[in-house]
């Protein structure tokens, strides 16, 4: 899914090397008859100042880590026990995921020209995913332990997370280069995303003395429209096809905060149409 995207920005690149071959070929002065001179009101391609707007859609992969919100819940159950203090079993599951998924959305921003060549501008976004994209796995443990005091302990577990991300909102700086028709860019910024996930362990722990011991617990963390804060990095560009409208290519990646121990970030690639003033 990741490659259609890809393709797709190639093609932003590809149509304007074309716009550009053919602007260069209507406004060259040797094609015509007398020097070509702008007609009043003319506005150059590479006017960048101003605001603007649009809308795009992209390709995200989602990826996070739940080990910590694991080992934290089995910890705080297993606190004070042996088997604990001498084996760390609350340490055992890894349990990390990813997934992809399709988001949509729109950008309004501000640009400044600071040079002929140098534009700076600030940009917020929101986008939401088409299906909220989902990051899982699981693991699953059976191990043996003996204890200093001579007891042994056969300990399993069956550990699983999920992370589902709804929409997230971006604001952020940016600087881009003006050269000819594009406008190749990076920008970095803050982000807030709408997340829900959910945790979960099986364990049962088994005291292999006479008679054997054993103790069963689920442990489950979950929440619904969690919030989460993170920063964003992109690198883009902008590609004017006409005075006003302009294609835009971008790949964009969120590192979040963790969120109840589970850390994530998604990273994407888009493509846009944009209009400016």
């Not at 042996?82 to 949509?104: D, K, R």
């Not at 550990?159 to 909102?169: E, I, P, Q, T, W």
């Amino acid at each position: 899914m990741f490659r259609l995207c890809r393709v797709g920005i190639a093609a932003v690149l590809a149509i304007s090397v074309v716009a550009s071959a053919k602007a260069a070929d209507l406004f060259d002065g040797d094609s015509l008859r007398g020097a070509f001179v702008p007609p009043s009101g003319f506005v150059s391609y590479s006017r960048w100042d101003g605001i603007y707007f649009g809308a795009d859609w992209g390709q995200s992969r989602l990826n996070a880590d739940f080990n910590d919100n694991l080992h934290s819940q089995l910890a705080s159950f297993l606190r004070g026990t042996t088997i604990e203090q001498e084996a760390q079993i609350s340490h055992l599951p890894n349990v990390q995921g990813n997934g992809t998924g399709n988001a949509w959305g729109g950008f309004v921003g501000y640009n400044w020209l600071m040079s002929p060549d140098l534009v700076v501008g600030i940009e917020g976004a929101y986008h939401m995913a088409q299906q909220p994209i989902r990051a899982s796995g699981s693991d699953v443990i059976a191990r043996s332990f003996t204890t200093s005091g001579g007891t042994t302990y056969n300990v399993n577990m069956n550990s699983r997370g999920r992370l589902d991300l709804k929409d997230y909102a971006t604001l952020r700086g940016r600087a881009g280069y003006v050269w000819g028709q594009f406008l190749p860019y990076a920008a970095l910024g803050v982000s807030v995303a709408r997340m829900s996930y959910r945790t979960s362990t099986n364990l049962v722990l088994t005291q292999l003395s006479a008679p054997p011991v054993t103790v069963t617990q689920t442990l489950v963390s979950e929440k619904d429209n969690a919030i989460a804060y993170g920063a964003n990095f992109a690198l883009g560009i902008d590609v004017a096809l006409l005075p006003n409208v302009f294609l835009r290519g971008e790949y964009e990646y969120i590192a979040f905060a963790p969120v109840s121990g589970i850390r994530s970030n998604v990273s994407t690639f888009r493509a846009g149409l944009g209009a400016k003033f």
